[in-house]
């Protein structure tokens, strides 16, 4: 890949990349460190046919994989769950023993938010007992027996992502947080100032349709970002931007 910002850069390597990120070091008193990764068509899609595997290529996969090598938790919405039905964070062994000789905890903990607490319990995160995983949800509902350790977190009417996040950070340790969407939850972390930085990557193709895109539901306001790199796969054309939300 070649990087054109901020130092330009012939030849460097998603595990270069990724030893530049060190969130865990910066983490907030009362919250972790914040950073969300999207994928996203020219025409700011975020999903073809529902998903979002079709817009990225393997790069994109490996940019992601290796932003979660460097968290302490990965966060995502119900909504994304029951489309992605996702497995474990980490699946390669090697990785998650580097992740413990870099400090970090060996499986990055997998937590959901959900209202309904209506998950794809046949997914593989929760059958094939890898890791763990933390579920805020506001329903009285139980969830069915699963292979991989699940605890609930209960509240009324909806989550309340700031007290999460603080939840996260005072009670499990929580440094550094990836969230991987959905739109609807970005938007909300968005809104509520809970995100530092966001890492996009720019498919170069078009999807039309009615997909949703990065935020779902923001209210209208300029929100400047400031790009903090710029990477570009030449094989693939795409384009990996990493922005900071300015601190107030
Ligand atoms: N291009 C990309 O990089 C990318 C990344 C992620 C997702 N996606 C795509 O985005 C689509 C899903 O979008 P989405 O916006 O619906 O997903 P989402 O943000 O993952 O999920 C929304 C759902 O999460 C729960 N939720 C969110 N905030 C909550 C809160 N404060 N309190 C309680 N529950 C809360 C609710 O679920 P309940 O129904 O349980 O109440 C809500 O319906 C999928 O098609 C997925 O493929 C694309």
């Not at 005072?170 to 938007?187: D, I, K, M, Q």
């Not at 498919?203 to 209210?219: D, F, I, N, R, T």
Request: hydrophobic content about 40%.
């Amino acid at each position: 890949m070649r990087r054109l910002l901020p130092e330009p850069a012939a030849d460097v390597t998603v595990p270069e990349l990724m030893a530049e990120l060190r969130p865990s070091d910066d983490p907030r008193e009362d919250r972790p460190h914040v950073i969300t990764n999207f994928v996203l068509t020219l025409d700011g899609k975020a999903t073809i046919g529902g998903l979002s595997g079709p817009i990225g290529t393997r790069r994109d996969t490996a940019m992601l994989v290796g932003l979660r090598t460097r968290v302490d938790a990965v966060m995502i919405g119900a909504g994304t769950m029951r489309e992605e039905c996702y497995g474990r964070v980490l699946a390669d062994p090697a990785k998650r023993e580097r992740r413990e000789e870099d400090g970090l905890p060996r499986d990055p903990l997998m937590v959901l938010v959900s209202g309904r607490l209506d998950l794809p319990w046949e997914a593989p995160l929760f059958t094939e007992g890898g890791g763990r995983v933390l579920i805020f949800t506001t329903s009285d509902d139980d969830p069915p027996p699963t292979e991989t350790p699940v605890q609930l977190v209960r509240g009324e009417g909806m989550v309340d992502l700031s007290a999460a996040l603080t939840q996260l950070r005072t009670e499990h340790g929580v440094r550094s947080l990836l969230c991987e969407g959905g739109p609807n939850l970005h938007a909300q972390l968005l809104q509520a100032g809970l995100v530092d930085e966001l890492f996009v990557t720019h498919a170069p193709k078009l999807a039309g349709g009615e997909g949703p895109g990065l935020v779902a539901g923001l209210p209208e306001a300029e929100r400047p970002l400031e790009l903090a790199w710029l990477v570009a796969e030449p094989e693939t054309d795409e384009l990996f931007a990493r922005y900071r939300v300015p601190r107030q």
